[in-house]
């Protein structure tokens, strides 16, 4: 993005260094498809009137379970935007509803975000003041919204932050696990071969490792992260926030055996812990026992292809370890076995 596309920096007073305001819009009621909010939100049983705020996109985190798990600000934002933006509209519905805001829903998720956002852009551009909503938790994590904040600031739009819940930060923080490095992956390939090529690539990010995954693949995921990261530490977090929260901590292996007969319900979070110092040693170790047993049963060729798929080590270095395993080890009539 060239310089001459970026939003302008916002304006500082010069007495405390702080970013002057932005001038709050006037309700554009005679803008085509505006519809004026109520501006009002109920919480703890008392109504309470939403101050106005600035046009532009709104970035507003909500709850990951429980619904308490909100911000005032969040409330207001909500209730003082001209529509909020929903990942899915039936979800942030019942989320609005329970707080009495009224603000109209627009449905923009990964399905129609292509045809949504030139609206949403003129929307903005006219001088709405929109919010955008994930399902759960902050968006732009696991969502579409991230092209909508970069063509929003390449026309010079003010985008807002309003900080508040992370699935991936409170299942960081009780997992048990070291929280001074982390990194995000989000949702691995579906197919075993993909996924476990994927962990392999991450085995050595010095990092406590972050994943989310479907409660029907956990098990299949644990089992090839346990197979490809080894006896590392780890932990299954489960409906974080919610009355039948769970956090499981232990090693990938354990965690893969008792996950393997067991199809959890809700929302979940898995962490692995950071490599070892000898991790790297471990790890050739184990890639030479695999291919010596492989080896024993099948030509190099196919013994390759056989441990790359099971540790997601890419097949043109497991093939070129496998020649220099069998170039000492010649068959029984002298000669080293075919590739």
Request: no cysteine; glycine share 6%; aromatic share 4%.
């Amino acid at each position: 993005m060239s310089d001459d596309k970026r939003a302008p920096a916002p304006e500082t007073d010069s007495a405390t260094n702080a970013p002057t305001p932005a001038p709050l819009r006037a309700p554009p009621a005679s803008l085509p498809g505006a519809v004026p909010s109520a501006s009002h939100f109920t919480a703890f049983g008392l109504a309470a009137e939403a101050e106005p705020i600035a046009p532009g996109l709104h970035i507003v985190a909500t709850p990951i379970g429980n619904l308490k798990d909100i911000t005032f600000r969040a409330l207001g934002t909500l209730a003082a935007a001209d529509a909020v933006l929903a990942e899915d509209t039936r979800v942030t519905k019942v989320l609005l509803a329970h707080y009495g805001i009224t603000t109209p829903l627009i449905g923009y998720h990964e399905h129609n975000a292509e045809q949504m956002r030139p609206k949403v852009l003129a929307r903005l551009q006219a001088g709405e003041a929109l919010a955008l909503v994930s399902d759960a938790g902050t968006p732009l994590v696991s969502d579409p919204g991230y092209r909508l904040v970069e063509d929003a600031l390449a026309h010079g739009i003010r985008v807002t932050s309003n900080p508040g819940p992370s699935a991936v930060l409170t299942a960081l923080v009780v997992s048990g696990l070291p929280t001074d490095r982390f990194f995000f992956e989000g949702f691995l390939p579906v197919r075993s071969g993909p996924r476990r090529a994927r962990l392999a690539a991450l085995g050595e990010v010095p990092a406590t490792l972050v994943f989310f995954e479907s409660p029907r693949r956990v098990g299949d995921m644990l089992a090839d992260a346990a197979a490809v990261l080894g006896e590392r530490p780890a932990a299954v977090a489960r409906e974080l926030t919610k009355l039948y929260e769970e956090v499981r901590r232990d090693t990938l292996p354990a965690l893969a055996q008792s996950y393997a007969q067991e199809t959890p319900k809700g929302e979940i979070v898995v962490l692995v812990g950071p490599p070892g110092a000898d991790a790297r040693a471990l790890s050739q170790a184990d890639l030479d026992t695999r291919l010596a047993a492989a080896l024993a049963r099948h030509s190099v060729k196919d013994a390759a292809a056989i441990v790359s798929a099971e540790t997601g080590q890419p097949k043109r270095e497991v093939y070129a370890r496998a020649l220099q395993l069998t170039a000492a080890r010649p068959d029984d009539d002298g000669e080293p076995p075919a590739p």
